[in-house]
């Protein structure tokens, strides 16, 4: 028997209406908070009653990296996604003004969460949302209903080769700026998207042409060259954040770009160690998996959370 969403859309198209889509970013509305004095972007969708799921950004990207995902996820449940000082929309003050540690930008999205009464939700981790998340999450526990990890690292087995030459640059940063200047190139940002896919052309260039349109804005060197330069207090806290998995086992999925070269496999395979329950797919993507993989992963998303107890 037909459901009756088919039904009506049959209907629909019998009776020479338009069929209704299944999902729409209508309901995606945009918003600036200020935290500590900083003015920080997020994009809101979905029902305010329904369960929450944050979705925290990677480098060098912002929310926007979630603009297909978020209507999609948005027609049962309520999502948040800030970009991060520096980052996107949200204001970029300088280092002098503002201390870029992954501490402090967790401490700024923690805020947020409190001004928005986010007492409960699920957090949706990418890259430099690892970092960003699990200090989030570690601060207070009981806020965390489940958790997404998509090519986000916490496993020395998960870093690529690059990282041995940005490990360069944080013993002598003077010395190694060349680290910097790739990080923060064209060919830098248009890599991280199709380095290592099968498929590169399926991936829009608007995204890195973007993402390198924040990089070059004045202050950017200096506030993204502070960020991979604290980028190995990360490293040293891994451990930290795999005690916190198997204390508190969290509700996992994790999502991973299989051609990923910055953070490969086995930091995907890994966390199955401390969260042996976790769901885990490798996906036909790279690094930014939702520009290939949208449609899995956001229907593995959705199951995921449906099956999460309210």
Known sequence: MASLPVIAMAAALAAGAPAPLPSTSATTTYYREMVDGVGVFYREAGPKDAPTLVLLHGYPSSSRMFEGL??????????????????????????????????????????????????????????????VGFRV?????????????????????????????????????????????AFISLDGARQRHIAGSPNPQRYSPDAWIDEFAMLSRPGAREIQGALLYDYQTNVAAYPTWQAW?????????????????S????????????????????????????????????????????????
């Not at 204390?247 to 991973?256: Q, Y």
Request: hydrophobic letters at 40%.
């Open 245 to 261: 998995m198997r204390t508190h086992r969290p509700p996992a999925l994790i999502l991973w770009g299989r051609y990923d070269p």
């Open 70 to 131: 978020i209507p999609l996820l948005a027609v049962r449940y309520h999502v948040i996604a800030p970009d991060y000082p520096g980052f996107g929309q949200s204001d970029a003050p300088t280092p002098s003004q503002y201390a870029y540690t992954f501490d402090h930008l967790a401490q700024t999205i923690a805020g947020l969460l409190d001004q928005l009464d986010v007492e409960h939700c699920v957090f949706y981790l990418q890259d430099y949302g690892g970092p």
């Open 137 to 181: 999450m570690a601060a207070r526990p009981a806020r965390v209903r489940g958790l997404i990890v998509q090519n986000a690292n916490a496993y020395d087995e998960g870093l690529g080769a690059k990282w041995a030459g940005i490990a360069q640059f944080w013993r002598d940063p003077a010395s190694h700026q060349a680290q910097l200047d």
């Open 263 to 310: 953070f490969i496999v086995p930091g995907a395979e890994a966390y199955r160690r401390d969260l042996p329950e976790a769901e885990l797919h490798l996906l036909e993507a790279g690094h930014f998996a939702l520009d290939e993989g949208l449609d899995e992963a956001a229907g593995l998303v959705l199951h995921f959370l449906d099956r999460l107890p309210r």
